[in-house]
């Protein structure tokens, strides 16, 4: 899995690729600490060329968003397609996350 | 005439993770199971695999998974995993509430769920100090 990460004002956005497995998600969870302790608060994350998530990757993101709920922020993911957003819906995750479907749109909402 | 089996022993921790993936992607092949097919048998392997490595053998102590595929017909896969673990029957643990919100939601316990989501005829026995847990994967859904 590759993240990459691009910071625009007080947001940061990143853009994953790849598979989020039980071996990577936890790659995100560290980018995503390393965000609050920067006091980042508002994060977007675009999943347009991520291939393949599990029940570990959807953990990962359960995790970040109530991480980022505490600091009184929000995660925003976006582009979810395929069987990524198929597990979204599945788990109803699509409905507790913030779900949009373009990078601009979830700019523009946090 | 039986459907021919190829077996795979593994170490159950995630790090087996890829190897397990190769080995039931070769049976994906020889099946013709189309690409979905493929990305749902990754997601199935994987979802038992983890659950095998964290909690059937004692912290530290892990022990074999038996990963065993055969072709019944074109176009279906039978894949069975085997474990020595502590007896565990994923099947009659209840579902997760899906209706909580992010505040709510527990961290985790979404495995299984996708597990009975998307393998067909799924079964467990225990056998012999064995739990075995068997699924189908087909190219038509």
């Known amino acids: 899995m590759d993240i990459e990460r691009t910071q625009v004002g007080t947001k940061v956005l990143l853009k994953i690729s790849g598979r989020m497995d039980a071996e990577s998600s936890v790659q995100l969870e560290q980018q995503c600490e390393s965000c609050i302790s920067e006091g980042i608060t508002s994060l977007i994350v675009d999943l347009g060329d991520l291939r393949y998530i599990s029940s570990m990757g959807l953990r990962s993101f359960v995790v970040i968003a109530k991480k980022f709920r505490e600091k009184g922020g929000s995660l925003r993911i976006c582009r979810s397609t395929g069987l990524v957003q198929q597990l979204f819906e599945i788990t109803r995750l699509n409905q507790v996350l913030n779900l949009h479907d373009s990078v601009e749109s979830a700019m523009l909402e946090s | ?141």
């Not at chain 2, 393998?119 to 847990?133: P, V």
Request: charged fraction near 25%; glycine fraction near 8%.
């Open chain 2, 1 to 141: 005439m039986p459907a021919k089996t190829q077996s795979l022993t593994l170490v159950a921790k995630t790090e087996s993770l890829g190897l397990a993936t190769d080995f039931v992607r070769n049976g994906a092949r020889e099946a013709n199971l189309p690409e979905a097919r493929i990305h749902e048998l990754d997601l199935l392997i994987e979802e038992i695999l983890v659950n095998v490595s964290r909690y059937s053998y004692p912290v530290g102590t892990p022990g074999p998974v038996i990963i065993t595929y055969s072709i019944p017909e074109p176009g279906e896969l039978a894949v069975e995993v085997c474990d020595q673990g502590v007896e565990f029957d994923p099947l009659k643990l209840d579902p997760p509430d899906l209706t909580l919100d992010i505040e709510r939601r527990p961290v985790g316990g979404l495995g299984i769920w996708l597990l009975k989501s998307f393998a067909k005829s799924l079964t467990y026995r225990r056998e012999q100090g064995w739990n075995r847990l068997a699924f189908t994967i087909s190219a038509n859904v």
